[in-house]
T-cell receptor
Framework: DVKVTQSSRYLVKRTGEKVFLECVQDMDHENMFWYRQDPGLGLRLIYFSYDVKMKEKGDIPEGYSVSREKKERFSLILESASTNQTSMYLC??????????????FGPGTRLTVL | KNEVEQSPQNLTAQEGEFITINCSYSVGISALHWLQQHPGGGIVSLFMLSSGKKKHGRLIATINIQEKHSSLHITASHPRDSAVYICAAPRSGTSYGKLTFGQGTILTVHP
């Protein structure tokens, strides 16, 4: 059974802390994505990666960075957490490039609260 | 970037009713995705379709490429269908499968 896992389902951090969200996929997918989901705003792309050590900014990259040292793992980093980063964070992966019809497989999500 | 609009934003139904959720997008695409998100967060892909109609159990998805419109239908709705339904379209001029998502339709089916 294909799977995308995320390191935590719920996370509570304090303002100013450095936060790491980990995502691992076991499907040998080239593409990996980090989204945040907020009520009324839908899913918004933060960063994505199309290969190891390759990354591109999405729509809302400010305050975030990412790391992809291995194909199966894509990490989202909040350098200095702020209360406006309280959100649901979802990781996804998909196979290959150039195909808009490639299905994205999602992780269960991490609900992050920044106090 | 492709703009994606869903309607309605909220939908309440009685068990057994026929349900329709609509999705419109602004730029021509090769395929459109329908996703389902249950309470708790997990998102699963229901359909990817590029033309015509697809059916899976009680779920039917249709797309009209010329009109840039897709619909998701649920026949004989059941309380377990309660979820958020999201449509997503590829971003124009992009590779790597980047998508633009609709805001989602919150469906509640009462017994």
């Amino acid at each position: 059974d294909v799977k995308v896992t995320q390191s935590s389902r719920y996370l509570v951090k304090r303002t100013g802390e450095k936060v790491f969200l980990e995502c691992v996929q076991d499907m040998d997918h080239e593409n990996m994505f980090w989204y945040r989901q907020d009520p009324g705003l839908g899913l918004r792309l933060i960063y994505f990666s199309y290969d190891v050590k390759m990354k591109e900014k999405g729509d809302i990259p400010e305050g975030y960075s990412v790391s992809r040292e291995k194909k199966e793992r894509f990490s989202l980093i909040l350098e200095s957490a702020s209360t406006n980063q309280t959100s649901m964070y979802l990781c996804a992966s998909s196979q290959g490039q150039g195909a808009s019809y490639n299905e994205q497989f999602f992780g269960p999500g991490t609900r992050l609260t920044v106090l | 970037k492709n703009e994606v609009e869903q309607s309605p934003q909220n939908l309440t139904a009685q068990e057994g009713e026929f349900i329709t959720i609509n999705c419109s997008y602004s730029v021509g695409i090769s395929a459109l995705h329908w996703l389902q998100q249950h309470p708790g967060g997990g998102i699963v892909s229901l359909f990817m379709l590029s033309s015509g109609k697809k059916k899976h159990g009680r779920l039917i998805a249709t797309i009209n490429i010329q009109e840039k419109h897709s619909s998701l239908h649920i026949t004989a709705s059941h309380p377990r269908d309660s979820a958020v339904y999201i449509c997503a379209a590829p971003r124009s001029g992009t590779s790597y499968g980047k998508l633009t998502f609709g805001q989602g339709t919150i469906l509640t089916v009462h017994p």
